[in-house]
Structure formats: C-alpha cells, structure tokens
C-alpha cells in the first residue's frame, strides 16, 4: 500500500475566477496556478491530491461522498457556501475523515458577514490569508496530523 497522505482538495463557487476576480483581495495567480503548484508540492511532501472546482454546492457534496473511502483527509475552501451551507458542513461530518478550511483573503479582517463560518466548528483549523500557499501549509498540517510529529 503507498505510504502517500492522500489529500482531497476542494474549491467552492467563484473560485474558478480566482486571478481576474477582485485581484487586490484574492491576488493575481490563477486557479489553474494555484492547483498546479499544489500538484507540483503534493508528492515532495508525501501527498497524493484530488483537487476539485465546482460552483454547486450538490458537486462538492457528491465529491465529498465519493472519496470518503479513498480521503485521508479534506482540504476545503468553500468560497461563500462558508458562511451558509449547513449541507457541506454535515457531509464533512458524515465522512470522519480530518477537515482543514482555507480561504485566500483573511475573511476576519473583511465583511462582518464573511467573520462567521459555519464549517469551521467541525473542522481542525483554519488557514486564511495567505493566498494559494495556505493550500500548501494545509497539507503540511494534514501531513503532521497523520503523523503527529509536532
Ligand atoms: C473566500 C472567502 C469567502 O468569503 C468568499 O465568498 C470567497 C473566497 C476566500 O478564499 O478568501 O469566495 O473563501
């Protein structure tokens, strides 16, 4: 059996715009960017990552489902479904695999609305505002999750 941490990574609504949508809050590197540096990193740290866009909260719900008994962990950024869809929440709690929550901008530092996550509670920690590197600290926590060196 691989030794790989496999990692599913997940990018809610809008964030396929990510680079040309409000660059001065979410920066100028693209998604396609984005996902390939996580590819890139993935098997120099000991991961193996699916990574998913979708802007339908049923998809990502249907992809977190399906990869419940290949996941050994969830890296999700769930764009604006954050601080609504009590539908993701529940399917990350139904699946008992480790969640980590990422956002680009630090959405405490923004919109009142935008302070208040709903997945947050049923995951282990969040990383905002470090643009697409937290993807990569992300699978460094997942990583050290697994293996508890720290
Ligand atoms: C975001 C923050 C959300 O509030 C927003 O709706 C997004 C992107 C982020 O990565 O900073 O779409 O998740």
Redesign the pocket.
Known sequence: MSDLTKILILHG???NLTGFREPEV?GKTTLEDIDAKILEEAPKLGCDARILQSNHEGVLIDTIQENRRWADGIII?P??L??TSIAIRDALVAVRIPIIEV???N?HAREEF?RHSVIAPVTVGQIVGMGGYGYILAMMAMLNLRKATL
């Open positions: 609504p809008n964030l979410y950024n764009g604006a954050t601080h956002h680009l901008s959405v935008r």
